[in-house]
């Protein structure tokens, strides 16, 4: 079944035809990442998908306490608020994770625990990258967390192996059309949902 096929009725009210607002999370904060690597090639192939607007929103950026605290000092809660209201305004969510030691990193599993009602009911898609794992294992621990937070996971990845190797100094991936390939078919998965629960929260709020 080709999923791609979204209505387009002009019957249908404004904010059920506004571009899908997807925020891609770029979960590594290491000194020397790659994962800005993997950012940019993800936020191209998405800017030429119709009916999507991006934001990305970085864990380095973020720099959110690892303490989860109801009073978090005021530069802290300025940092916070600032995260929390792009996520909250979000129908769907990309994460964007490497491998560190068969899961993923410490500072993404931060971004996530620091919220809950900002990923209720939304679908979250995944591109993972590391080493000989392609981020998989990172990707399917996240599956876990992200049920327990009420979100939808997205079934097809996008997976790099070896990462490093598959893209050249100027970040071009060296063998594009299988990659192309793997992100429209996330794409296409993660509108599907992304619309059809922004349709459903707007006509039910959803009661976790
Ligand atoms: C602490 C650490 C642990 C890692 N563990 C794994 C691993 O278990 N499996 C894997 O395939 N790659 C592993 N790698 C390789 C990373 O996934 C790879 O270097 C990736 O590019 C790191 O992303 P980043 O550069 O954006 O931080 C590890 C790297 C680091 C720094």
Redesign the pocket.
Known sequence: MDITAVSTSSTLPAAETAPLKVAVI?????D?????V?ADWFLARAAKHPGIATDLIDVAEADLPTAITFSPRPEEAARLGAVSARLAAADAFVVLT??????F?APLKTLIDWHSAEWQAKPVAFVG???????L??VEQLRQVFAELHAVTVRDTVSF?N??ALFDDEGRHLDPEPADAAAKTLLDQLVWWGTALRDARNLRPYGA
């Open positions: 770029l979960g590594s904060n290491r020397g990442r790659f994962g800005p993997v490497p491998e560190y030691n068969h899961s990193p990258y590391g080493g000989i794992s392609g981020g294992r990172a192996h990462a490093g």
